[in-house]
């Protein structure tokens, strides 16, 4: 039979025991709920072709509501522009560009070094006209007579490329062209009528439509739809936040009626 010291010595070594185990297990849920926390909660950074300017904001906005710990920044830029701040040492989670050229020549660099890629939406140039087509372009021929102000993108730029390419292709020189460094500036150029005509994109003709400016557009009937491809960089591979909000654009449902309704082709 035990001594009631005894029997009062294993008692307090029972309970230290259980507060022990108490502490544990509550050291291990706040574990749990602060990686929770955090994974709910953070910042994301994406780079992104210019064209995409419309429907990011409304991406963003939609994934902001539904994750109220997130803050997503976009940063929109031309595509050759966006790789080279990235070579600069520009650090982005996500980088979205609107060809695979300069996705090529990003994954080169060592931020997205081995980084996997997904086409996110495609999308198409159209030949674009200022309201009321002031320079009388009706075709793509009409470009080689007009003294109208065309606009286009730098050649290096995406839709620059492109627009080069279809010029080349149907032997056309233009005589008075303005060069600018990214899609959204072209289309400001045809919009406010400081240029007769542009190259852009259909999405960036489906906006302006929605702002109520009413632009001619010419179907360039033998140019392919461009891919916008989408890829983490090292920063954003190790961030729950950049992992998510990536899933989020490729698979959701919701991003995709965004997408579409800004005139992008989701990826199949």
Same mark, same amino acid.
């Given at each position: 039979m035990?001594?009631p010291?005894?029997?009062?010595s294993a008692?307090a070594?029972?309970?230290?025991a259980?507060?022990?185990?108490g502490?544990?297990q509550?050291?291990?849920s706040?574990?749990?709920s602060?990686?929770?926390r955090?994974?709910?909660s953070g910042?994301?950074?994406v780079?992104?072709?210019?064209?995409?300017n419309?429907?990011?904001?409304?991406l963003e906005?939609?994934?902001?509501?539904?994750n109220?710990g997130?803050?997503?920044?976009?940063?929109?830029?031309?595509?050759?522009?966006l790789?080279?701040?990235?070579?600069?040492?520009a650090t982005?989670?996500l980088?979205?560009?609107a060809?695979?050229?300069n996705?090529?020549?990003?994954?080169k660099?060592?931020q997205f070094?081995?980084?996997e890629t997904?086409?996110l939406?495609?999308?198409?140039?159209?030949?674009?006209?200022?309201?009321?087509?002031p320079?009388?372009?009706?075709s793509?021929?009409d470009?080689?007579?007009t003294?109208?102000?065309v606009?286009?993108?730098?050649?290096?730029?995406p839709?620059g490329?492109i627009?080069?390419?279809?010029? +080349?292709k149907?032997?056309?020189? %233009? @005589? #008075?062209a303005t060069t600018?460094? !990214?899609?959204?500036?072209?289309a400001t150029k045809? *919009?406010?009528?400081n240029?007769?005509?542009?190259?852009?994109?259909?999405?960036?003709?489906?906006?302006?439509k929605?702002?109520?400016?009413n632009?001619?557009?010419?179907?360039?009937t033998?140019?392919?739809?461009?891919?916008?491809p989408?890829a983490l960089?090292?920063?954003?591979?190790?961030?729950e936040?950049? +992992?998510?909000?990536?899933?989020? %654009? @490729? #698979?959701?449902?919701?991003a995709? !009626?965004?997408?579409?309704?800004?005139?992008?082709? *989701?990826a199949?």
């Open positions: 035990k001594s010291l005894a029997a009062l008692l070594a029972a309970t230290l259980l507060t022990g185990c502490a544990t509550n050291s291990s706040s574990t749990a602060a990686s929770s955090q994974a709910a910042k994301v950074e780079f992104a072709a210019a064209s995409l419309n429907a990011g904001a409304d906005k939609a994934y902001e509501a539904a109220p997130v803050d997503v920044t976009f940063v929109y830029e031309g595509s050759a522009k790789v080279n701040q990235i070579e600069q040492g982005p989670d980088l979205i560009t060809d695979t050229k996705m090529d020549k990003a994954k660099l060592d070094s081995g980084s997904n086409v939406v495609t999308n198409k140039l159209v030949l674009v006209t200022a309201e009321g087509n320079g009388k372009i009706n793509l021929d470009l080689k007579t003294d109208g102000v606009a286009v993108c730098k050649e290096d730029v839709c490329t627009a080069h390419q279809e010029l +080349k149907h032997d056309i020189t %233009l @005589k #008075n600018e460094s !990214k899609v959204t500036d072209v045809v *919009t406010t009528g240029a007769d005509a542009g190259f852009i994109y259909t999405t960036d003709l489906a906006a302006a929605k702002k109520g400016v632009l001619g557009s010419v179907e360039l033998d140019v392919e739809r461009n891919e916008y989408a960089s090292k920063t954003g591979s190790s961030s936040t950049a +992992k998510k909000f990536n899933e989020w %654009l @490729k #698979n959701s449902d919701e995709k !009626k965004i997408l579409t309704e800004y005139g992008f082709n *989701t199949q």
